[in-house]
């Protein structure tokens, strides 16, 4: 097994590739000047936004291979593994463009408090952004906005302008996102339609009771979704969150149960999943409005 080497600053990241660091904490690169270098997997320290143009079917991006279609925009966040993955090391060319900034280049900035909003830096590799001809405009002029910014020269408006520019791009991948949710209604709404019949076939072949509760890194695993990508479908789709979604599902079902009086509320909470019942008569309550044994007297 080859080893994976830790991508650390964003100098070794331009060294790699043969090109000039103008900056030592941000750099945009055109991989088209970029030299040949080893393929190798890195788990990064870096934030790295990718955009290939090109297909590359060796790619590896977290736990999956990822065939690039024409004009896709990849997220790298520290602690994440990425690379070329093939049998034997080989000479690769890197294509496309590149944004690699370190966190510290961020700190005490309004983008270094909220960056893991930005959702897509944990998403999978079938779960990057496709975008069309207009919107990589866009990002190649935000691309370009950084890269004169670097070759003016540092002075005390640089950092500033830079980070905006950073920020300016995640916000338009954001909007590029949302109209990708949209496009893809049909596949999402199937997702849905599998997340409902997942949530099903727990309760009803008593996983909870052992188990505890479905939680939405569970749903996301059995779904083949990365958990953030799941998150962001759900809410976007039904105006919930993944775990409100799961939490209105424990309460229909606990309705149900609740009219069998021969089960007390403990028996019920213990059923449906949870350690200690005062967790499910909280969640009741604040659900529906009344305890699950005010919900009892009134329903009979």
Known sequence: MKKIERLETV?????????????????VLDQSKSTPFLSK????????VFLKDLKCEDFKYGRNHYDYQ??????????QVFGISTPEEKMVQPTGWALVFHPDF??????????HDYGFFSYEANEALHISKREKQVVLECFQKIQDELERGIDKHSKILIVNNIELLLNYCLRFYDRQFITRETLNK?????FEGLLNDYFQSGSSQPEG?????Y???KLHLSANYFGDLVKKETGKTAQEYIQAKVIDLSKEKIFDQSKSISEIAYEMGFKYPSHF???????VGVSPNEYRQRMN
């Open 213 to 217: 509760l479905p939680t939405v890194a």
């Open 41 to 48: 997997k890195y788990i990064s320290a870096l934030y790295i």
């Open 281 to 287: 008569t909280r969640l009741f309550k604040l659900r």
């Open 219 to 221: 749903c996301a695993e």
């Open 106 to 115: 961020i700190h005490g900035t309004a983008l270094g408090k909220h960056i």
């Open 11 to 27: 100098t070794q990241f331009n060294t790699r590739r043969g090109q000039e660091t103008l900056h030592p904490l941000v750099s």
């Open 190 to 194: 199937d997702i849905l339609v599998r």
């Open 70 to 79: 024409d004009e896709t925009l990849l997220f790298i966040a520290p602690g």
